[in-house]
């Protein structure tokens, strides 16, 4: 079906894509740092600054194949070219960017590591009113692999700003056309929304936004197999993409045998009739999940928990902020999990921890920092920079940076107000 992260292109109206990912009501980059800690810890303060960033920009995890430097450019125009991997037929990949970008692209593929693949623990097959989706084949155990995948087709984000629609056209052609036969059998067997160009619809309904990195790294993403799965704004599958370009998804709670497998298309912490526009605008359906499917009251309440997570979540964010309490960390967890929201959960742990840690409760932030080692390699791989940060807390937290710089004193009542 339709993966997440790409806004509607307009072939009618020549209409070129002008944003990867919508406005979020929460950020999920929340920590507004403006703390600065001793000199000898600034250089792992600055890999914390962009921990929680959820645009996919890539983390390493194991080097893959990618493409040959010996190759040469299939078909240009401007500064954009194609070119294609000579892998084997299930992993062939076409880039279609500038050439600076194509040599980030070969820094990640230096060296080659075979991946083993979990065993086939789901099927795809046809569900009612959804089209194609995937069903898990037997009890799938909260953390567990379901998929890894690597793009089909990777192209430049600003490609549709400056190429005219006949240019765009020619090199997305260039580019599926160079897939080895089964490769290419799976890009065009994925369904498109928008209609026109076929390749150039079949991208923009099926892609995610990938960083490599830089001013000029932004590209789009086409995952074949991963576009088998279906939206649920309370999905029970977290994705993050590596920096080696792999897609990798994990069960994010026990799913049952002939239970669906969903991710999310978009961003979960907006209000139900946000998210619905985004469905219907961006991939063409009415969102009748659990969620989307509340009666009216339970779902403005819904609404009223997100907005409230987006002002806490705030709060706590900034580190120096002296009117962050245990209450409030205490009130962000159990909004989060009323939300069911735990396909997102990491960086609320993280928040916990580093707040804990600054109370002087130490406990407590040893707590929350286990709970986000737990969580965040499901939603952001096992080599994100907070991962790093929470160990550390884990394994000492007296001995952390952030460890007892608001000492925490319970506040007694003023007389008057007794």
Partial sequence: MRSPH???????????????????????????????????????????????????????????????????????????????????????????????????????????????????????????????????????????????????????????????????????????????????????????????????DILFTNSFQVILGGEDGQHLGNFPDVSRFNHDCRPNVAFYIDQNLTHHTHAIKEIQSGEELTISYLDSFRARSVRQERAHTSWGFACTCSQCSLPREEADASDARLYKIYQVENQLSDLNNGKSTPDMVEQLIGLYREERLDFKIADAYTIAALNYNQFGMADLARRYADLSLEQGPLEHGTHAPDIEVMRAILEDAEGHWTYNRRPYREVAPDQDEL
């Fill in 6 to 200: 790409v806004l509607v292109f307009s072939y009618l109206q020549g209409i070129v894509l002008s944003s990867l990912l919508e406005p979020e009501i929460c950020p999920r980059s929340p920590f507004q740092f403006s703390l600065v800690p001793p000199t000898h810890l600034a250089d792992g303060f600055s890999r914390l600054r962009g921990f929680l960033s959820h645009s996919n920009t890539a983390h390493r995890e194991n080097e893959s194949p990618g493409l040959h430097a010996s190759e040469k450019a299939h078909s240009c125009r401007g500064q954009y070219c194609v070119w294609t991997s000579g892998e084997a037929s299930s992993v062939g990949m076409s880039v279609v960017t500038t050439r600076a970008n194509r040599k980030r692209i070969l820094e990640r593929s230096a060296s080659r590591t075979v991946r083993s693949e979990p065993p086939a623990n789901f099927r795809t097959t046809e569900i009612p009113g959804k089209g194609i989706g995937m069903i898990a084949n037997r009890r799938i155990r909260k953390g567990e692999p379901i998929l890894t995948a690597k793009p089909a087709v990777l192209v430049h984000r600003k490609l549709v700003d400056e190429l005219d629609l006949d240019d765009q056209y020619s090199l997305l052609d260039v580019a599926v056309s160079e897939l080895p036969p089964m490769r290419r059998e799976q890009f065009l067997a994925q369904a498109g929304e928008l209609g026109g160009h076929k390749v150039s």
